[in-house]
C-alpha cells in the first residue's frame, strides 16, 4: 500500500456484524474484495461497488489487507490456514486483521503460521453489537504489532469509536474475554440478587430505585432490569455466543493456568438454559435459571 | 408525639455509623436520648446537647422513636428483646426503628415481639458508609408499615438522601442484602477478569480504558480499578462486615429457599482472606485472592 492511495481491504465474513462492516469501508473509500459462503450476499456486496473473490485464497492475493469476521476459532483456522485459505494466496507485507471473537490460542497459532509467509496478523475483537456495527461505532480492542495497528488505525476508525491497543497478539481477545467474564457473572449477580429479593416479595423496580444510585449500580443492571420487568429476551447478544466466549476464556484460562471459578459456573448456568432451547435468546434470560432455583418470578 | 413538636428520639448504638447519624437528628432539632457500650461516647453526646440514659430500658421509657445502629443480628435481638432491653421500657405507640444490617428473619421475630407491646418496627439499613452517614447523604431501604414510615419520615430525612419504603417488616434489610450480593459478586467477577487479564500480560488501567464505557462498566470498577493499581486497600468498606451480610443473605435464603450458590462462593472466598489476617481491609482485597490463584499481579 502507498501512503496517497487507499490500501485494498479483504474482507471475509459477511454476517450480522461483518456486512454492516463492510459496508462502511466502502463508504469510507476503500476498494474492497469479499468473500462468505453465501453467494447471495456476495452480490449484494458486488452490487454497492465490492468485487467478489471465489475462495478466501483469492481475496488475498488481491489484498493489502485481509479482515476476517467469523463466528468462532474453528472457522478462523480454517478460512485462514485451511484449503484454498487466505495463507495460500497470501503476499509479503499483507496484514490480516481478525476481527472475530475467539480463543486467544488460536490467535497466535495462526499468528505464527501467517508470519511465515511473510504476512503480519492484528487480533481486534469487537463490542457494541449489531448496531454499533451499523453506526460505525464499535469499540475495537486490538493486540498484535504496534507498527501494524498504527498503519491500520484509519481502517479500524471507518467501523469504531473506541480502540484501545492493548499489547502483543492476543492482547486483542484476551481483553474481549475480560470484558464477557464480567458481563456473564454480572448478570448472573443481578439474577440471583433480584431471584432472592423477589422471594421474599420485592418487586424488581422498587429494588432497582433503591439501589441503583450506589454502590451496586452497573451498565448490567440498566440493561437487564427493564428486560427482566417486561421478560424481553429478544437478543440484544445471543445466550450461545456468550458461551462460546465464556469457553474460550475457559480454554485460554487453562492454557495461561488462569483458573476462572466464577465464569466456569456462570458458563454451566448458560448451557442449561441453552439446553432448554433458550440459545437463541438474550443473555439476560440468565435470570430464568434463579427464578427456577428459587421458585420465584423476577417482575 | 404532637404534630407541633418534634418527637423525643432514643438512639442506641453510637458506632462510626451511629454518631455521625445521631449528630445530624441532634443538628436537625430532634430532642435526642443516647446509650452504647462505651460511656466516653455517651458523655461525648452529652456535651452536644444529647441525654445520656443508663440501658436501652431507660432510653425507651423516654423516647417517642428509639433507634438501634448495631453490628449485627445477636445484638439487635440482646438491646431490644434482652435484660434491660428495649422491651421492658417500650410504651405503646412508640416506632422501633433498627436500622442496622441484619438478618431480615431476626427482624420479624423482634417485630414480633414488640408488636405484643403495641410498638411498631421499621428495619431501615442504610448504605453510604461513614461519609454518607457524615454527610446527611445515606441511602435508606425501609420496611414494615407504611403508615408508620410516612410519620417517621422527616427522621430519616435528616439522615438520608434516598429513602425508598419497600414494603412490609424485613422488606429493608432484603433490599439491604440484594446490594451486598451484587457488590460482592461484581468485585469477585472484577477480581476474577482482571486476575485472567493480568496473567496474560495485560495492564489494569489499559483494560478499564478499553471496557469501561460499555456493558461491562460499573460503579464497582470505578471504584476498584484504582485500590487495585495502587494496592490501596485501607477501608472503605470491611471485608469482615461484607462476610457478615453474605452471612445474613444465605440465612434468609435458607429461610425463603432461595438458593445463593455464587454469593456461597464469594463468602467463601472472602472467608478465606479473612484468615489471612485481612478481615479489616476494604472489600477490594478480594483481588488478592485470585491473584493467588493465578500467580499473577493485577497492576
Not at 474453528?74 to 509479503?92: A, D, K, S, T
Request: charged share 20%; aromatic share 4%; with cysteine.
Amino acid at each position: 500500500m502507498t501512503s496517497t492511495e487507499k490500501p485494498i481491504i479483504g474482507f471475509i465474513g459477511l454476517g450480522i456484524m461483518g456486512r454492516p462492516m463492510s459496508k462502511n469501508l466502502l463508504s469510507a473509500g476503500y476498494p474492497l474484495v469479499v468473500y462468505t459462503r453465501t453467494k447471495s450476499k456476495i452480490e449484494e456486496m458486488e452490487k454497492l461497488g465490492a468485487k467478489g473473490a471465489a475462495s478466501p485464497k483469492n481475496v488475498a492475493s488481491e489484498s493489502d489487507v485481509v479482515i476476517t469476521m467469523l463466528p468462532d476459532s474453528p472457522e478462523v483456522e480454517e478460512v485462514i490456514l485451511g484449503e484454498n485459505g487466505v495463507i495460500e494466496g497470501i503476499r509479503p507485507g499483507t496484514v490480516v486483521i481478525d476481527m472475530s471473537s475467539i480463543d486467544p490460542v488460536v490467535t497466535r497459532k495462526v499468528g505464527a503460521e501467517l508470519a511465515q509467509k511473510g504476512a503480519n496478523m492484528l487480533d481486534a475483537p469487537v463490542s457494541g453489537g449489531e448496531s454499533g456495527a451499523i453506526k460505525g461505532e464499535l469499540a475495537i480492542m486490538v493486540g498484535g504489532d504496534k507498527e501494524a495497528f498504527e498503519r491500520c488505525l484509519p481502517i479500524f476508525q471507518a467501523m469504531g469509536r473506541t480502540i484501545t491497543y492493548m499489547g502483543g497478539l492476543g492482547s486483542g481477545q484476551t481483553t474481549k474475554l475480560v470484558n464477557q467474564i464480567i458481563v456473564g457473572i454480572n448478570i448472573a449477580a443481578l439474577s440471583e440478587a433480584f431471584a432472592f429479593g423477589a422471594k421474599a416479595g420485592l418487586s424488581a423496580e422498587d429494588m432497582h430505585r433503591a439501589i441503583s444510585g450506589g454502590m451496586a449500580g452497573s451498565r448490567v443492571m440498566e440493561m437487564m432490569v427493564p428486560r427482566f420487568v417486561k421478560r424481553d429476551f429478544k437478543p440484544g447478544f445471543k445466550l450461545d455466543l456468550h458461551i462460546k466466549d465464556l469457553k474460550n476464556a475457559i480454554n485460554a484460562g487453562m492454557a495461561l493456568k488462569s483458573p476462572l471459578p466464577l465464569a466456569s459456573f456462570v458458563e454451566q448456568a448458560m448451557i442449561s438454559l441453552s439446553a432448554e432451547g433458550k440459545g437463541e435468546s438474550d443473555h439476560g434470560c440468565l435470570v430464568e435459571l434463579w427464578e427456577e432455583l428459587s421458585g420465584a418470578e423476577v417482575r
